[in-house]
């Protein structure tokens, strides 16, 4: 009986490491494409914990549903189960093996967090370090040879790009270029490196796709770093709630190849600055025109708090106004 209840729960685990696998590359799935360097970082971290979880989850209910049938007490049997004493033996395995797991899960996030370079809200110092984003490149991300991605990564210049972020709108400024934008552009497979600036409360720069958030600290000049590696159109948001209009405070990121980039900054270098279309001044100026009222079958709820930042002037404006 001893013997049957052994080779039963050594295959239940084999089985469940198996689905514990097949859960961890399943959860790859779950997120929106790979767009960064580091979001391969991200998501390896996150499958591990959904197999680790998956294993955990198994381990638990399987043993439970083993006892609850096999084990169970016969009808009417009201007896008391047997007395049955500790054994220290197994409380020391079952302190010591989640103790080293949460452990060896916190170094691996910590980890892949400082690889990521990203910054908190309480953080008063700059970051400089370049070299903490090559590591986000350790494994191949497609079947280019991984010594000539890095070697290109080595050697493309990085793009300067001032971020302020206000309520309610980003803007991108190219200093190289003298182009401002409420739209951002990327050159791909080239990094990125954001000085952040908030203009008056707290914001998230946030793009899912890219993996990355970072806080932008009002009176703080935060620099962050991104490393894009898919072309393709991402909505980058406003992740940290900002005041009334924060959920339309979101543009476009636009991942070009270089070429094309730098035919999109000749362009917009040759457009004359004008205010942009701004979706949260546009809705308080005729709310103000509306005596401060809301109309039926209008999106103006009035404005509890402060009235919108003025409309950014800018070289280019994104051709999507919002994503609601």
């Known amino acids: 009986m001893k013997l049957r209840a052994i080779i039963t729960l050594t295959v239940y685990g084999i089985l469940a490491a198996i689905a514990s696998l ?19 970082l991200i998501d390896d971290l996150f499958a591990l914990f959904t197999g680790l979880g998956t294993f955990i989850y ?7 549903f083993y ?53 908190g809200p309480m953080d008063l110092v700059h970051l ?33 790009i001032d971020v302020t972020a206000r309520q309610w709108a980003w803007i991108f400024r190219y200093p190289e270029q003298n182009v401002t934008s409420t739209e951002l552009h990327l050159p791909v497979n ?24 970072q806080y932008v600290v009002p009176n703080q000049d935060i620099d962050f770093e ?15 709630y900002s005041g009334t209009y924060f959920a339309a405070n979101q543009t476009d990121a636009v991942v070009q190849p270089v070429e094309e980039y730098r035919q999109w900054l000749a362009a917009a270098a040759a457009q004359t600055p004008t205010p942009a279309f701004n979706q949260a001044a546009s809705e308080y ?9 809301a109309k039926e079958n209008t999106a103006i709820k009035g404005w509890a708090t402060i009235p919108p930042a003025p409309p950014p002037v800018t070289n280019y404006a994104s051709k999507q106004v919002s994503n609601k």
Do not use: C
């Not at 198994?58 to 439970?64: D, K």
């Not at 070299?131 to 300067?160: F, K, W």
């Open 22 to 40: 097949w859960m961890a590359k399943q959860s790859y799935s779950w997120f929106p494409p790979e767009a960064s360097a580091e979001s391969k």
């Open 58 to 64: 198994l381990g638990v209910i399987g043993p439970f």
């Open 67 to 119: 006892s609850l049938i096999f084990h169970r007490a016969a009808k009417y049997d009201l007896s008391d189960g047997p007395a049955i004493e500790g054994n220290t033996w197994l409380e020391v395995i079952w302190t010591a093996v989640p103790l080293v797991l949460v452990i060896s899960l916190a170094l691996a996030s910590y980890r892949t967090y400082n690889k990521m370079a990203i910054r």
């Open 128 to 160: 400089h370090l370049p070299q903490l984003m090559e590591t986000a490149y350790a494994l191949p991300l497609d079947d280019t040879p991984q010594l000539q991605i890095q070697n290109a990564l080595e050697t493309a210049p990085v793009e300067h």
């Open 190 to 213: 080239r990094r990125a490196r954001f000085t952040l600036h908030s203009e008056d409360v707290l914001h998230g720069f946030y793009i899912p796709a890219f993996r990355v958030e």
């Open 226 to 240: 991104v490393t894009p590696i898919k072309t393709g159109t991402y909505r980058l948001r406003d992740s940290m």
């Open 285 to 293: 100026a005729r709310g103000q025109a509306q005596g401060g009222r």
